[in-house]
């Protein structure tokens, strides 16, 4: 009876918070037939708000497990639901220099409590234990830009994205709160949870222990110099103060993340796509796993062998290209050390994705999307012995390990129901969920509500 209740009060407070967010849309939604005329001149935005609304239900049904651990996904049947929603307030001080701000609001759980599987289904949900919804600062940053030469490119309104021109050869400084990946492995097809893939291996990277605190913000600075076939970016931030934790280090000397990017941009099928090859370098209180194997052989705990100042370094490639105009296609690579502990992100340290969006242009709905990929994801020697020994991470951990591959099929339609709202059905098959072929596999079904203006 109280499991129950707990249920109905987090599914009535994730309704509620949905209904005002429809709200507050249709509020500012234009009366038909009297939508803004398009911007035929070249003036720049000198304000913006935009604002979205996102809720997944996730379900699974029971599966066969040997075993299950303190982090292991519940064999038994569950289901789970996650709501954010994010306000993206632009300000523009003069020609090159922006403010933004972003308050967010996120609740809900996730399956398992957010454990038993590196490539969690649900992109949408962090490891804040909150079920009922709650407000952060997600995003507070400044960028400046200035020009390297006189040719200019326009650039449309969007979240976080002042309409105007801005040149095409420049220098960009951002400095303040926000999400390293807004920055570093993009993708146009792969990287935004609340459109397109929702695992977290296919939303980014996964073996890029990318620093953030346990939602996935962090302070620091970047700065890209971009020209016209080619860009380089670099940027240094804090990391959390201990593994996917909320806290951030303030020890920035000895406790840092630090991210390089190039990325190039060819031309094939006469559509421009693009390749970019990153490298980072963590520092924090980390703990080492051969350390904590030699200490404790049977039940190692890797939190013991902490150290200020411990490195962490792992590599990525990440492309996208256009076939056509409505069909294209992206890969990614990643690779990391492995030696220490997951620190920001998940527990993997290998990995490699690949697939494809399609527009719905050809079937009359053009503004409708298809997207089916496929990730395999690894881990190194250590982190496996110290798995299979019974140690357990932040989000893995059966007690033992029978090991594979982590291999992820996911497959969705999001549908563009009507003005600001898409209603997506997500399909994702897990094989040895946590690495271990003992349990699994497992069918993940959910259903994604998302609004936006």
């Not at 020697?381 to 291999?407: C, K, M, P, V, W």
């Not at 596999?441 to 936006?452: A, D, Q, T």
Request: with cysteine.
């Amino acid at each position: 009876m109280y499991k129950a209740s707990i249920r109905q009060s987090t599914i009535w407070t994730i309704a509620s918070w949905m209904a005002g967010a429809l709200a507050l849309c249709l509020l500012c939604r234009p009366t038909a037939g009297q939508d803004a005329p398009p911007d035929k001149t070249n003036d720049p935005e000198r304000w913006s708000i935009h604002a979205q609304a996102t809720s997944v239900a996730d379900t699974h049904g029971s599966f066969a497990s040997l075993y299950s651990g303190a982090n292991s996904l519940d064999p038994r049947a569950e289901t789970k639901a996650s709501l954010t929603t994010t306000f993206f307030l632009g300000l523009r001080i003069r020609k090159g220099l922006d403010i933004y701000v972003d308050p967010e609001l996120a609740g809900g759980e996730g399956l398992s409590h957010v454990t038993g599987m590196a490539g969690f289904p649900n992109g949408e949900i962090t490891r804040v234990t909150s079920a009922t919804p709650k407000p952060y600062l997600a995003r507070a940053f400044i960028r400046q830009t200035w020009a390297l030469g006189d040719e200019e490119e326009r650039i449309e309104g969007d979240a976080n994205q002042l309409a105007g021109n801005q040149p095409e050869s420049r220098l960009t400084l951002i400095f303040g709160k926000m999400s390293v990946t807004d920055i570093f492995d993009t993708n146009a097809y792969s990287h935004d949870p609340r459109g397109q893939f929702m695992n977290w291996a296919l939303m980014d990277n996964g073996a890029f222990d990318y620093p953030a605190d346990t939602r996935g913000y962090t302070w620091g600075a970047a700065l890209e110099l971009n020209q016209m076939l080619w860009a380089v970016r670099v940027g240094s931030f804090l990391v959390s103060t201990y593994a996917n934790g909320l806290p951030l280090d303030r020890h920035f000397r000895t406790n840092n993340g630090e991210v390089g990017e190039v990325e190039l941009r060819p031309k094939l099928f006469g559509q421009s796509g693009k390749v970019k090859f990153l490298a980072y370098v963590n520092q924090a209180n980390m703990g080492t796993y051969r350390l904590a194997l030699q200490e404790m052989p049977a039940d190692p705990v890797v939190t013991l062998t902490r150290r200020p100042g411990t490195v962490k370094y792992g590599f990525g490639l990440n492309a996208e290209q256009p076939l056509t105009p409505n069909l294209g296609v992206f890969l990614r690579w990643g690779w990391n050390d492995g030696k220490t502990e997951s620190w920001e992100f998940t527990e993997i340290d290998r990995t490699g994705q690949a697939g494809l969006q399609w527009m719905g242009k050809r079937w009359g709905r053009p503004k409708d999307a298809v997207g089916v990929a496929g990730v395999m994801n690894g881990l190194s020697q250590d982190h496996r012995e110290y798995l299979a020994a019974g140690g357990h991470g932040f989000i893995i951990g059966d007690g033992h390990l029978n090991y594979a591959s982590e291999r992820i099929l996911e497959a969705y339609y999001a549908w563009n129901a009507v003005k600001f709202t898409t209603l997506t059905l997500n399909y994702q098959f897990a094989a040895n969920p946590a690495f271990n072929r003992d349990r699994g596999p497992v069918s993940i079904w959910s259903m994604r509500i998302h609004f936006e203006f």
